[in-house]
Structure formats: C-alpha cells, structure tokens
C-alpha cells in the first residue's frame, strides 16, 4: 500500500502530471509548482486604485488623449526611413535568417537579435528631434 491510501508514489506523480494539459515531465511540473509558491502575490485591485499615477502614467495618457503620441510615432517612423536605418534593419534580419535558416527563424527570436541593435543604431538627430518635441508638447501642456 503506498502513501495515500492505496496508490502508490509513483501513481501520485503521474497523476499530477496528468492535471496538466502539456507534455511537461513530473520535474518540470515539479518546479512549475515550486516556481508558484515563491511568486508574491497578485496585489489587490483596491491597492491598485489607492495609488497615485506617476508622472510617466501622467505624461502618456496626455500624449494619448491629445494625439501627440501617434504624431510623434509618424515622425519617427518617417525619421527612421528617411536616413535609411530602417532598410539597415530589414538587411540586418535576412542576415540573421539566411544564417539560422528561414524556417528556423522565428519573430521572437529576430525581435530578441535585432532590438539592441536597432536602438543602438538610431541617429542622435532623430532622437534629439523627439525629444525636442515631446518637451515642447511638455511646456504647452498644463500637468
């Protein structure tokens, strides 16, 4: 007879390998459950409300609510194709496809190799140019 009253040890781990719809092993279901115990806990949504934005939660319901946000993110995409950076990164992606293989590729993976390049690479004259406008959309903008 095993440990809880009449099924064996080994029975209880497939079990519980049984509740979950997926192909993990009992370790892997093991340390997902392991994995939940020391998450913290979900803070409660009263919390949530009691709270005060903080001036960044400001700044971007403002640029949402006036439009400038979309306008600003125009002006970069223009900016970006205009000095060429985003033709750089499309090369830089079929690079990076030709050398693992199209059909080893995913989006998640190109998002992960390309990204710190890509921030790298933009111009300071497009960054300089946004910022002077998102501090002029700042001084007109009663907060």
């Known amino acids: 007879m095993g440990l809880s009253g009449g099924i064996h040890p080994r029975q209880n781990t497939h079990l519980a390998a049984s509740c979950f719809p997926?192909?993990?092993?009992?370790?892997e279901i093991i340390n997902i459950m392991r994995a939940s115990i020391k998450r913290p806990p979900t803070p409660d949504a009263e919390d949530e409300?009691?709270?005060?934005?903080?001036?960044q939660e400001i700044i971007n319901i403002k640029l949402?609510?006036?439009?400038?946000?979309?306008?600003?993110?125009?002006?970069?995409?223009?900016?970006?194709?205009?000095?060429g950076w985003r033709d750089e990164m499309k090369a830089l992606c079929r690079?990076?496809?030709?050398?693992k293989g199209r059909n080893n590729v995913t989006v998640d993976d190109l998002v992960h190799v390309i990204t710190p390049k890509g921030r790298a690479s933009v111009?300071?004259?497009?960054?300089?140019?946004?910022?002077q406008r998102i501090r002029s959309f700042l001084s007109s903008t009663a907060l």
Not at 22 to 27: E, L
Not at 49 to 55: G, K, L, S, W
């Open 95 to 99: 690079a990076h496809a030709r050398k």
């Open 64 to 83: 949402i609510e006036s439009g400038e946000k979309e306008r600003l993110k125009d002006l970069l995409r223009e900016r970006l194709i205009e000095c």
């Open 123 to 131: 111009p300071d004259t497009v960054k300089a140019e946004l910022l």
């Open 49 to 55: 409300r009691d709270r005060e934005p903080t001036i």
């Open 22 to 27: 997926s192909n993990h092993s009992c370790s």
